[in-house]
Nanobody, 115 residues
Framework: QVQLAESGGGLVQPGGSLRLSCAAS????????MGWYRQAPGKQREFVAL???????NYADSVKGRFTISRDNPKNSVYLQMNRLKPEDTAVYSC?????????WGQGTQVTVSS
C-alpha cells in the first residue's frame, strides 16, 4: 500500500557530504513521522534520524551535529543532509514512515565513505 523510493547514495571521501532523498507514495492521507535507519555489513540496524509530523526531530548521538533531517510535506518526502562524513557512516541507509502503528521501509541506498 505504501511505497518508499530512496536516492542520493554513493561514494564520498571522508569529510565530504551527501544528501539522501526519500519519497513516499500510496495510501498516505496525512502527514506521518518519517526518518532514516542504517545498517552496515555484519552490524545491526541503527537508528539515524526521525522527523515528526510537526517538524520536531531526533538524532542518534553518532550523527548529531553532522546530519540534518528535513521533510517536504506536500511531496511526502524526507531528506537527510550528511556532512563531515566518516568511514563509520558507511552503510545502507533506509527510509521509513510510520502509518497506523506500523513501520514501512524503502529498499535502501548505499552510502560508502572511503578514500
Amino acid at each position: 500500500q505504501v511505497q518508499l523510493a530512496e536516492s542520493g547514495g554513493g561514494l564520498v571521501q571522508p569529510g565530504g557530504s551527501l544528501r539522501l532523498s526519500c519519497a513516499a507514495s500510496g495510501s498516505i492521507l496525512s502527514i506521518k513521522p518519517m526518518g532514516w535507519y542504517r545498517q552496515a555489513p555484519g552490524k545491526q540496524r541503527e537508528f539515524v534520524a526521525l522527523i515528526f509530523s510537526g517538524g520536531s526531530t531526533n538524532y542518534a548521538d553518532s550523527v548529531k551535529g553532522r546530519f540534518t533531517i528535513s521533510r517536504d510535506n506536500p511531496k511526502n518526502s524526507v531528506y537527510l543532509q550528511m556532512n563531515r562524513l566518516k568511514p563509520e557512516d558507511t552503510a545502507v541507509y533506509s527510509c521509513y514512515i510510520v502509518l497506523s502503528g506500523k513501520t514501512y521501509w524503502g529498499q535502501g541506498t548505499q552510502v560508502t565513505v572511503s578514500s
